[in-house]
Protein backbone atom coordinates (compact mmCIF):
# COMPACT_ATOMS: atom_id res chain seq x y z
CA UNK A 1 0.00 0.00 0.00
CA UNK A 2 1.85 3.25 -1.22
CA UNK A 3 0.43 6.79 -0.57
CA UNK A 4 0.41 9.59 -2.94
CA UNK A 5 -0.52 13.44 -2.69
CA UNK A 6 -1.07 16.23 -4.18
CA UNK A 7 1.82 18.96 -2.68
CA UNK A 8 1.81 22.76 -2.63
CA UNK A 9 5.48 22.51 -2.50
CA UNK A 10 6.47 26.41 -2.15
CA UNK A 11 3.85 29.73 -1.45
CA UNK A 12 1.90 30.27 -4.42
CA UNK A 13 2.94 27.34 -6.67
CA UNK A 14 1.03 24.68 -8.76
CA UNK A 15 0.05 21.47 -7.20
CA UNK A 16 2.39 18.72 -7.81
CA UNK A 17 2.22 14.92 -7.50
CA UNK A 18 4.07 13.18 -5.71
CA UNK A 19 4.42 9.56 -3.17
CA UNK A 20 3.71 10.41 0.24
CA UNK A 21 4.11 9.24 3.46
CA UNK A 22 1.57 6.94 4.78
CA UNK A 23 0.89 7.47 8.08
CA UNK A 24 -0.92 5.11 11.21
CA UNK A 25 -3.44 5.89 12.66
CA UNK A 26 -3.35 7.54 16.55
CA UNK A 27 -5.18 6.06 18.98
CA UNK A 28 -8.87 7.66 18.31
CA UNK A 29 -8.30 8.02 14.40
CA UNK A 30 -9.45 5.86 11.65
CA UNK A 31 -6.96 5.71 8.39
CA UNK A 32 -9.25 6.92 5.40
CA UNK A 33 -9.01 5.30 1.75
CA UNK A 34 -10.06 8.36 0.02
CA UNK A 35 -12.41 7.84 -2.69
CA UNK A 36 -13.50 11.51 -3.58
CA UNK A 37 -12.49 14.85 -1.90
CA UNK A 38 -14.10 18.07 -2.13
CA UNK A 39 -12.79 21.45 -3.01
CA UNK A 40 -13.28 24.57 -0.35
CA UNK A 41 -12.69 28.26 -1.16
CA UNK A 42 -10.28 27.94 2.01
CA UNK A 43 -8.10 25.92 -0.26
CA UNK A 44 -7.92 28.07 -2.80
CA UNK A 45 -7.35 31.03 -0.43
CA UNK A 46 -4.57 28.96 0.75
CA UNK A 47 -2.75 28.31 -2.71
CA UNK A 48 -3.15 32.20 -3.60
CA UNK A 49 -1.79 34.06 -0.79
CA UNK A 50 -0.05 31.32 1.30
CA UNK A 51 -2.47 32.02 4.09
CA UNK A 52 -2.60 29.66 7.38
CA UNK A 53 0.00 27.30 5.97
CA UNK A 54 3.49 27.63 8.39
CA UNK A 55 5.70 25.46 6.42
CA UNK A 56 6.06 23.64 2.74
CA UNK A 57 5.01 21.32 1.37
CA UNK A 58 1.66 21.31 2.14
CA UNK A 59 -1.10 19.31 1.60
CA UNK A 60 -4.35 21.24 0.68
CA UNK A 61 -7.82 19.50 1.39
CA UNK A 62 -10.54 19.38 4.17
CA UNK A 63 -13.26 16.94 2.93
CA UNK A 64 -13.07 13.31 2.01
CA UNK A 65 -15.25 10.15 2.03
CA UNK A 66 -14.13 6.70 1.22
CA UNK A 67 -13.48 3.34 3.43
CA UNK A 68 -12.04 2.70 6.66
CA UNK A 69 -8.60 1.18 6.26
CA UNK A 70 -6.95 1.09 9.81
CA UNK A 71 -8.60 2.25 13.46
CA UNK A 72 -6.37 3.21 16.02
CA UNK A 73 -6.18 1.28 19.49
CA UNK A 74 -9.17 3.06 21.05
CA UNK A 75 -11.62 3.25 18.13
CA UNK A 76 -15.03 1.90 18.59
CA UNK A 77 -17.38 2.46 16.46
CA UNK A 78 -15.71 2.03 12.80
CA UNK A 79 -14.11 -0.90 11.36
CA UNK A 80 -11.54 -1.91 8.34
CA UNK A 81 -14.25 -1.59 5.28
CA UNK A 82 -16.88 0.96 6.40
CA UNK A 83 -18.45 3.81 3.99
CA UNK A 84 -17.06 7.05 5.83
CA UNK A 85 -17.32 10.99 4.92
CA UNK A 86 -14.65 12.90 7.40
CA UNK A 87 -13.50 16.02 7.81
CA UNK A 88 -9.60 16.34 7.94
CA UNK A 89 -8.20 18.40 10.29
CA UNK A 90 -4.60 20.09 9.04
CA UNK A 91 -5.42 23.12 8.73
CA UNK A 92 -5.83 22.75 12.75
CA UNK A 93 -3.31 20.40 13.53
CA UNK A 94 -0.68 20.97 10.91
CA UNK A 95 0.28 17.31 10.51
CA UNK A 96 -0.06 16.32 6.71
CA UNK A 97 -1.52 12.87 7.62
CA UNK A 98 -4.91 14.91 8.46
CA UNK A 99 -4.55 16.28 4.49
CA UNK A 100 -7.35 15.37 2.05
CA UNK A 101 -5.64 15.84 -1.13
CA UNK A 102 -4.19 12.40 -1.07
CA UNK A 103 -4.99 8.75 -1.34
CA UNK A 104 -5.08 8.06 2.83
CA UNK A 105 -6.37 10.70 5.43
CA UNK A 106 -6.14 9.83 8.87
CA UNK A 107 -9.12 11.49 10.63
CA UNK A 108 -9.97 11.81 14.39
CA UNK A 109 -12.96 10.06 14.96
CA UNK A 110 -15.23 12.08 16.43
CA UNK A 111 -15.84 14.09 12.96
CA UNK A 112 -15.54 11.06 11.00
CA UNK A 113 -19.83 9.25 9.94
CA UNK A 114 -21.12 6.15 8.30
CA UNK A 115 -22.66 6.65 4.93
CA UNK A 116 -25.43 4.96 3.86
CA UNK A 117 -24.83 1.83 0.88
CA UNK A 118 -27.01 4.05 -1.57
CA UNK A 119 -24.79 7.16 -1.04
CA UNK A 120 -22.16 7.57 -3.38
CA UNK A 121 -19.28 9.22 -2.17
CA UNK A 122 -18.87 11.75 -4.41
CA UNK A 123 -22.29 12.96 -2.62
CA UNK A 124 -21.10 12.24 0.45
CA UNK A 125 -17.78 14.64 0.46
CA UNK A 126 -19.75 17.79 0.08
CA UNK A 127 -21.21 17.71 3.94
CA UNK A 128 -18.37 17.27 6.53
CA UNK A 129 -17.17 20.99 6.42
CA UNK A 130 -20.42 22.82 5.13
CA UNK A 131 -22.04 20.84 8.23
CA UNK A 132 -19.44 21.54 11.00
CA UNK A 133 -19.28 25.36 10.03
CA UNK A 134 -23.12 25.72 9.93
CA UNK A 135 -23.28 23.73 13.12
CA UNK A 136 -20.47 25.75 14.59
CA UNK A 137 -22.84 28.69 14.20
CA UNK A 138 -25.89 27.56 14.95
CA UNK A 139 -25.14 25.73 18.05
CA UNK A 140 -21.85 27.14 19.98
CA UNK A 141 -23.28 29.19 23.18
CA UNK A 142 -20.74 32.06 21.97
CA UNK A 143 -22.19 32.55 18.81
CA UNK A 144 -26.30 31.70 18.21
CA UNK A 145 -26.66 29.09 20.86
CA UNK A 146 -29.61 27.27 19.53
CA UNK A 147 -30.63 23.79 20.86
CA UNK A 148 -28.90 20.91 18.75
CA UNK A 149 -31.38 18.78 17.40
CA UNK A 150 -31.87 15.35 17.27
CA UNK A 151 -31.63 12.98 14.15
CA UNK A 152 -35.33 11.41 14.99
CA UNK A 153 -37.05 11.67 11.27
CA UNK A 154 -40.11 14.10 11.99
CA UNK A 155 -41.78 16.77 10.03
CA UNK A 156 -40.67 20.11 11.12
CA UNK A 157 -41.50 21.85 7.96
CA UNK A 158 -44.20 23.45 9.63
CA UNK A 159 -43.71 27.46 10.19
CA UNK A 160 -42.79 28.30 14.22
CA UNK A 161 -42.63 31.79 16.10
CA UNK A 162 -38.61 31.57 16.34
CA UNK A 163 -37.30 32.32 12.86
CA UNK A 164 -33.75 32.75 11.44
CA UNK A 165 -32.43 34.47 8.60
CA UNK A 166 -29.94 32.64 6.82
CA UNK A 167 -27.99 34.74 4.13
CA UNK A 168 -26.82 32.58 0.95
CA UNK A 169 -28.80 29.55 1.05
CA UNK A 170 -27.50 28.00 -1.93
CA UNK A 171 -24.24 28.07 -0.89
CA UNK A 172 -22.17 25.05 0.14
CA UNK A 173 -22.37 25.97 4.65
CA UNK A 174 -25.99 27.83 3.76
CA UNK A 175 -27.12 24.40 2.38
CA UNK A 176 -26.72 22.45 5.44
CA UNK A 177 -27.37 26.02 7.79
CA UNK A 178 -30.76 25.34 6.67
CA UNK A 179 -31.09 22.10 6.95
CA UNK A 180 -29.41 22.15 10.13
CA UNK A 181 -31.78 24.97 11.61
CA UNK A 182 -35.00 23.05 10.20
CA UNK A 183 -34.59 20.27 12.37
CA UNK A 184 -33.79 22.67 15.14
CA UNK A 185 -37.32 24.00 15.26
CA UNK A 186 -36.68 27.55 13.30
CA UNK A 187 -38.52 28.80 10.79
CA UNK A 188 -36.24 29.38 8.00
CA UNK A 189 -35.95 33.23 5.98
CA UNK A 190 -33.04 33.14 3.04
CA UNK A 191 -31.94 33.97 0.07
CA UNK A 192 -30.48 32.46 -3.38
CA UNK A 193 -30.32 34.15 -6.90
CA UNK A 194 -33.55 33.09 -8.54
CA UNK A 195 -32.11 30.22 -10.53
CA UNK A 196 -32.05 28.16 -6.95
CA UNK A 197 -35.21 29.59 -5.18
CA UNK A 198 -36.79 25.99 -5.72
CA UNK A 199 -33.71 24.30 -4.91
CA UNK A 200 -33.47 25.85 -1.20
CA UNK A 201 -37.30 25.74 -1.07
CA UNK A 202 -36.41 21.81 -1.48
CA UNK A 203 -34.08 21.72 1.24
CA UNK A 204 -36.93 23.36 3.57
CA UNK A 205 -37.06 26.90 4.11
CA UNK A 206 -39.97 28.42 4.03
CA UNK A 207 -39.19 32.09 2.54
CA UNK A 208 -36.81 32.52 0.02
CA UNK A 209 -35.99 35.72 -1.84
CA UNK A 210 -33.56 36.68 -4.53
CA UNK A 211 -30.68 38.65 -3.01
CA UNK A 212 -29.88 40.63 -5.99
CA UNK A 213 -33.67 42.55 -6.26
CA UNK A 214 -33.60 46.12 -4.33
CA UNK A 215 -36.49 45.09 -2.27
CA UNK A 216 -34.98 42.26 -0.32
CA UNK A 217 -34.54 43.09 2.93
CA UNK A 218 -38.12 44.65 2.68
CA UNK A 219 -39.53 41.35 1.83
CA UNK A 220 -37.60 39.79 4.70
CA UNK A 221 -38.37 42.63 6.99
CA UNK A 222 -41.96 41.75 6.15
CA UNK A 223 -41.92 37.95 6.65
CA UNK A 224 -40.10 38.11 9.83
CA UNK A 225 -42.16 40.75 11.68
CA UNK A 226 -44.11 39.01 14.72
CA UNK A 227 -41.96 36.57 14.83
CA UNK A 228 -39.13 36.29 17.34
CA UNK A 229 -35.83 36.17 14.58
CA UNK A 230 -33.30 35.24 16.82
CA UNK A 231 -30.39 36.17 15.01
CA UNK A 232 -28.70 35.46 11.46
CA UNK A 233 -26.06 33.50 10.01
CA UNK A 234 -24.38 34.90 7.44
CA UNK A 235 -23.57 31.78 5.05
CA UNK A 236 -21.49 34.29 2.01
CA UNK A 237 -19.77 36.65 4.98
CA UNK A 238 -18.69 39.53 2.76
CA UNK A 239 -19.06 43.03 4.14
CA UNK A 240 -22.39 43.52 2.12
CA UNK A 241 -23.56 40.90 3.27
CA UNK A 242 -23.12 41.19 6.74
CA UNK A 243 -24.00 44.66 6.38
CA UNK A 244 -27.44 43.75 5.00
CA UNK A 245 -27.98 41.26 7.75
CA UNK A 246 -26.80 43.99 10.22
CA UNK A 247 -29.74 46.26 8.42
CA UNK A 248 -32.77 43.67 8.87
CA UNK A 249 -31.76 42.98 12.67
CA UNK A 250 -31.39 46.59 13.19
CA UNK A 251 -35.11 46.71 12.41
CA UNK A 252 -36.07 44.50 15.05
CA UNK A 253 -33.76 46.22 17.74
CA UNK A 254 -30.53 43.84 16.96
CA UNK A 255 -29.32 40.65 17.28
CA UNK A 256 -25.91 38.41 16.50
CA UNK A 257 -24.64 37.86 13.33
CA UNK A 258 -22.72 34.55 12.70
CA UNK A 259 -19.99 35.06 9.66
CA UNK A 260 -18.63 31.53 8.25
CA UNK A 261 -15.89 30.66 9.95
CA UNK A 262 -14.60 26.64 10.04
CA UNK A 263 -15.50 25.31 13.66
CA UNK A 264 -16.06 22.47 15.27
CA UNK A 265 -19.41 21.08 16.66
CA UNK A 266 -21.20 18.00 18.46
CA UNK A 267 -23.41 17.25 15.50
CA UNK A 268 -21.53 14.22 14.06
CA UNK A 269 -22.32 11.70 16.23
CA UNK A 270 -25.65 11.48 15.91
CA UNK A 271 -26.98 13.91 13.34
CA UNK A 272 -24.81 12.96 10.41
CA UNK A 273 -24.71 9.32 11.07
CA UNK A 274 -28.60 9.01 11.72
CA UNK A 275 -30.03 11.82 9.60
CA UNK A 276 -28.14 10.55 6.69
CA UNK A 277 -29.98 6.96 6.99
CA UNK A 278 -33.72 8.27 7.66
CA UNK A 279 -33.42 10.98 5.34
CA UNK A 280 -33.81 14.63 7.83
CA UNK A 281 -30.08 15.12 6.40
CA UNK A 282 -29.27 15.33 2.57
CA UNK A 283 -26.32 15.32 0.92
CA UNK A 284 -26.15 19.08 -0.66
CA UNK A 285 -25.43 20.55 -2.55
CA UNK A 286 -25.10 18.33 -5.52
CA UNK A 287 -21.32 17.41 -6.32
CA UNK A 288 -19.69 18.76 -9.58
CA UNK A 289 -17.46 15.49 -10.59
CA UNK A 290 -14.23 14.87 -12.10
CA UNK A 291 -12.49 12.40 -12.91
CA UNK A 292 -8.84 12.01 -12.82
CA UNK A 293 -7.61 11.27 -9.65
CA UNK A 294 -4.95 13.63 -7.70
CA UNK A 295 -3.97 15.12 -10.99
CA UNK A 296 -7.00 16.86 -11.48
CA UNK A 297 -6.81 18.43 -8.44
CA UNK A 298 -5.04 21.79 -10.00
CA UNK A 299 -7.70 21.85 -12.51
CA UNK A 300 -10.84 21.55 -9.88
CA UNK A 301 -9.08 24.43 -7.28
CA UNK A 302 -8.95 26.32 -10.87
CA UNK A 303 -12.74 25.52 -11.66
CA UNK A 304 -13.93 26.76 -7.99
CA UNK A 305 -12.29 30.00 -8.94
CA UNK A 306 -14.82 30.76 -11.50
CA UNK A 307 -17.31 29.90 -9.24
CA UNK A 308 -20.01 27.63 -8.16
CA UNK A 309 -23.90 28.01 -7.37
CA UNK A 310 -25.32 25.24 -5.21
CA UNK A 311 -23.13 23.08 -6.41
CA UNK A 312 -19.88 21.69 -4.90
CA UNK A 313 -16.29 20.63 -6.59
CA UNK A 314 -15.40 17.14 -6.11
CA UNK A 315 -12.63 15.15 -7.20
CA UNK A 316 -12.70 11.43 -7.54
CA UNK A 317 -10.22 8.95 -6.89
N1 LIG B 1 -17.41 25.51 2.37
C1 LIG B 1 -17.22 25.45 3.67
O1 LIG B 1 -17.43 24.43 4.31
C2 LIG B 1 -16.72 26.67 4.43
C3 LIG B 1 -16.15 26.50 5.68
C4 LIG B 1 -15.76 27.62 6.41
C5 LIG B 1 -15.94 28.88 5.90
N2 LIG B 1 -16.48 29.01 4.65
C6 LIG B 1 -16.67 30.39 4.14
O2 LIG B 1 -18.07 30.52 3.90
C7 LIG B 1 -18.28 31.28 2.73
C8 LIG B 1 -19.11 30.46 1.75
O3 LIG B 1 -18.44 29.25 1.43
P1 LIG B 1 -19.19 28.12 0.60
O4 LIG B 1 -18.21 27.05 0.26
O5 LIG B 1 -20.44 27.76 1.29
O6 LIG B 1 -19.52 28.98 -0.68
P2 LIG B 1 -19.94 28.52 -2.16
O7 LIG B 1 -20.86 27.35 -2.09
O8 LIG B 1 -18.74 28.45 -3.01
O9 LIG B 1 -20.76 29.84 -2.56
C9 LIG B 1 -21.42 29.91 -3.78
C10 LIG B 1 -22.83 30.36 -3.49
O10 LIG B 1 -22.80 31.66 -2.91
C11 LIG B 1 -23.98 32.33 -3.25
N3 LIG B 1 -23.74 33.79 -3.20
C12 LIG B 1 -22.72 34.46 -3.78
N4 LIG B 1 -22.83 35.79 -3.50
C13 LIG B 1 -23.96 35.94 -2.75
C14 LIG B 1 -24.61 37.06 -2.16
N5 LIG B 1 -24.13 38.31 -2.29
N6 LIG B 1 -25.74 36.85 -1.43
C15 LIG B 1 -26.23 35.59 -1.28
N7 LIG B 1 -25.65 34.49 -1.84
C16 LIG B 1 -24.54 34.66 -2.55
C17 LIG B 1 -24.29 31.86 -4.65
O11 LIG B 1 -25.68 31.87 -4.75
P3 LIG B 1 -26.47 31.99 -6.14
O12 LIG B 1 -25.70 31.18 -7.16
O13 LIG B 1 -27.81 31.44 -5.80
O14 LIG B 1 -26.47 33.46 -6.44
C18 LIG B 1 -23.69 30.43 -4.71
O15 LIG B 1 -24.67 29.42 -4.63
C19 LIG B 1 -16.88 31.65 2.21
O16 LIG B 1 -16.56 32.91 2.73
C20 LIG B 1 -15.99 30.59 2.80
O17 LIG B 1 -14.67 31.02 2.93
C21 LIG B 1 -16.88 27.96 3.91
Known amino acids: ??????????????????????????????????????????DTKMQDYGVIIEEYPYILGL?????????????????KGDRVAALGAAIRTKKLAHAGFQLFTCASDITVAHIPEDLSYSSAVVLPLGLTTAAAGLYEHAYLGQPIPSAVASNELEETDRAI??????SSVGSCAIQLAIASGLTVLTTASEKNISYVMGLGAHHVFDHSKDDVIEKLINVATGKK???AYDAISTKGTSGKCAEILHHFGGGTIFATIPGTSSVWGDFMNEG??????????????IQGGLE?????LDLYRQGVSAAKIVVEL
Open 229 to 231: LIG
Open 63 to 79: EVAGEIEGVGDEVTKFK
Open 1 to 42: MTNRAAYLLAAKTQLEVKDAPLEKPGPREVLIRNRTLAINPV
Open 296 to 300: ECQKA
Open 165 to 170: LIWGGS
Open 276 to 289: LKNGKLRAKPDPVV
